[in-house]
């Protein structure tokens, strides 16, 4: 879980995951893209792609080959385990 | 000093003249035969006499690693421009083209990527309107 917190503790991934959610499924090139266009984020690809590996290693993207590309998908199975810590509930009224 | 020709590599020269000529839409402009090989060349047909593209052998051993890590990671040796991207993605697609990225709108452009089965991934991109021109 701690990867997790790790992962998320920085925005530029924080919008790759939002870009992710919005289109699952995307190259680098397409990440790269968005980012600069969409939010400004003029990272080298290199660096994004360093970002893409935290986000793998924390199980919140998972890569997938398609012909001769990689593609990059959102994966939140991992968040679950937060909310199965912390309930995502409200306090109750007393 | 003007750019004439510009040059990508194919794994066939052959069935990269079908795939630019019968499916993106481009002209044969030269077919020279050179040992194994030709000196094969496309141009626009709406630019006849604009820039030649070069379809030449991708026999180099250097080749293949450069083309495996750029496609690896979706991004395009060569781009062209179209007038409509989301057109021609809906065109190309129901020619069995495949498409690494749909139409994205980037701010000024929208692009796509799309395999030129020759092994190159291939942008497209038109100016969306309104759009000042590049002159």
């Given at each position: 879980m701690a990867d997790v917190f790790r992962a998320l503790d920085d925005e530029t991934r924080r919008l790759i995951l939002d870009e992710l959610v919005a289109r699952n499924g995307q190259t680098l090139f397409e990440i790269c893209g968005v980012l600069v266009s969409r939010h400004g984020v003029s990272s080298t690809r290199q660096a994004i792609s360093q970002h893409l590996a935290v986000l793998e290693e924390a199980g919140l993207v998972v890569t997938e080959r398609r012909g001769r590309s990689k593609f990059h998908y959102f994966d939140g199975g991992p968040l679950t385990a937060i909310t199965r810590r912390w309930p995502a509930t409200g306090r109750d009224p007393s | 000093m003007r750019i004439r020709l510009t040059s990508i590599f194919v794994d066939d020269q052959r069935a990269a003249l079908d795939f630019y000529t019968?499916?993106?839409?481009f002209r044969l402009r030269h077919d020279v035969p050179l040992g194994d090989d030709s000196w094969l060349t496309v141009v626009s047909p709406e630019e006849p006499d604009g820039p030649e593209l070069l379809l030449e052998p991708a026999g180099h051993p250097a080749v293949k690693p450069y083309r495996d890590a750029l496609v690896e990671d979706g991004i395009p040796l060569v781009q062209f421009a179209v007038d409509d991207v989301e057109a021609e993605y809906a065109r190309l697609t129901a020619r069995g083209v495949t498409f690494t990225q749909p139409p994205t709108d980037v701010g000024p452009v929208i692009v796509a990527v799309l395999d030129d089965t020759c092994g190159n991934l291939v942008q497209i991109l038109s100016e969306k309107p309104g759009q000042p021109g590049e002159g």
């Open positions: - | 019968d499916v993106l839409g």
